[in-house]
């Protein structure tokens, strides 16, 4: 009851803001509401080759603000009640942007009747899933109706939704009962990088020269994903100290935890040389280049992953409740290009036993990025620049 007054009162203050900025005409803006990075960094950096004439606005949550507001050719505002004129201002370009593109499911979408020549574009921080997210997680069975029609009515606000494979669409049909004409099959920008040696070599470079320890061991990469019950406080299934008398010779181990978990992890003084905290180190991709190993579980990095075709191993200590709960896309798991460890002594296990199924890997990669091929931001910036160059 408390969640649903504070969503009402959330939707009235931005409604009435957002109809009155509906009254000044539209301009050659790009309006990116960020929560992950990757994807709008990947088409920013486009606009910015193509030398694209327009302005650029970021609308981030804190902990994306410093990442963004470094760029000077682009206006960066904190998206957050905390600052009002900042707020105030984001909804504004909001209403008056020809294009925006949005990285995840706001709410306040629900109450941004745009206007109808402007595109509102999905750009999913996920090139695919394996948690089911949407019209189909099971947790909106015991949401009123009235957020569930809410939920349809920010489904419904995206003009177009960007696709990395036809598997993604087919989730896309599902979760967000998108319709084929709202289907850009142009690829994920995010994954651009991974066809281009010369800027991965380039990550490498600047992470060896901030982090010289990296540089001479190999790289475990745990990287979990959220839990609606530890936003606040990440729970460590893996038992580093174990793991630090097994690998500490030849590895390091990165945690890499999401976004939304609010507190890093507390690494003991003893094992410092061992393990490091990079949940704030906000360039995801940077971090797979030097990986050796990626850990994880129903976490969508692995599509990304996959294109490096290196060893995967899946942590799914809590696999029968999570699917129970939050719920898993069917037959996901027999799918996996990894195999899959029930306890953090099997994780050890199999990082040992160097147990990589090279082509399983290329196969699941083949699958769900059909469509990225090194071209994807590109693909995207045409639908941008045809929008922009209209009339108002």
């Known amino acids: 009851m408390l969640r649903e007054l504070a969503v009402t009162l959330y939707l009235v203050i931005f409604s009435i803001i957002f109809k009155i900025s509906k009254w000044f005409p539209l301009q050659n ?27 650029t606005l970021f609308l981030t949550t804190e902990k994306m603000y ?4 470094k760029y000077e050719e682009a206006s960066t505002l904190l998206f957050e009640l905390k600052k009002p004129l900042d707020f105030i201002c984001s909804i504004y370009h909001l209403a008056t942007s020809k294009v925006v593109f949005v990285d995840n499911y706001y709410g306040f979408l629900d109450k941004s009747n745009f206007k109808p020549t402007v595109e509102c574009i999905q750009l ?15 947790s ?3 949401r009123s109706k009235k957020a569930l029609k809410r939920f349809k009515s920010v489904y419904n606000r995206f003009s177009k939704v960007i696709v990395g494979s036809e598997a993604m669409a087919d989730i896309f049909r599902q979760a967000f009962e998108v319709t084929e004409d709202r289907i850009l099959r142009t690829g994920i920008p995010r994954t651009d990088v991974f066809f281009d040696p010369k800027t991965q070599l380039h990550a490498q470079t600047k992470l060896y020269r901030k982090y010289p320890f990296l540089e001479n061991k190999k790289v475990l990469l745990y990287a ?30 990165l945690l890499k935890f999401h976004p939304a978990v609010k507190n890093n992890i507390n690494i003991p ?15 995801l991709n940077e971090l797979l280049f030097i990986t050796d190993t990626l850990i994880t579980d129903y976490s969508s990095i692995p599509f990304e992953y996959s294109l490096l075709n290196r060893q995967i191993v899946f942590f799914l200590y809590d ?43 290329r196969s699941f990669s083949s699958k769900w990025n059909e469509y990225s091929n090194g071209d994807s931001s590109k693909n995207v910036l045409e639908i941008v620049k045809n929008k922009l160059t209209q009339p108002y």
């Open 66 to 69: 410093s990442s963004f507001s």
């Open 224 to 253: 979990p994903t959220f839990r609606e019950n530890q936003l606040m406080d990440a729970e460590m299934k893996l038992d580093l100290k174990s793991m630090a008398e097994q690998f500490e010779d030849q590895y390091v181990l």
């Open 140 to 142: 909106i069975e015991s």
């Open 29 to 55: 803006k790009v309006t990116f509401v960020v929560s992950f990075s990757e994807n709008n960094k990947s088409i920013y950096k486009e606009m910015l080759r193509q030398d694209l004439s327009c302005r």
């Open 319 to 361: 696999l029968e409740a999570y699917e129970e709960e939050r719920g898993i896309w069917e037959n996901f798991i027999k799918f996996l290009p990894g195999p899959i460890a029930y306890s953090s002594d099997e994780v050890s296990t199999l990082i040992q036993d160097g147990n990589f199924d090279e082509e399983k890997v």
């Open 269 to 283: 003084s003893e094992l410092s040389h061992f393990v490091y905290d990079f949940s704030d180190y906000h360039q």
């Open 124 to 138: 999913w921080h996920a090139n695919g899933a394996i948690k089911k997210f949407g019209l189909k997680d099971p």
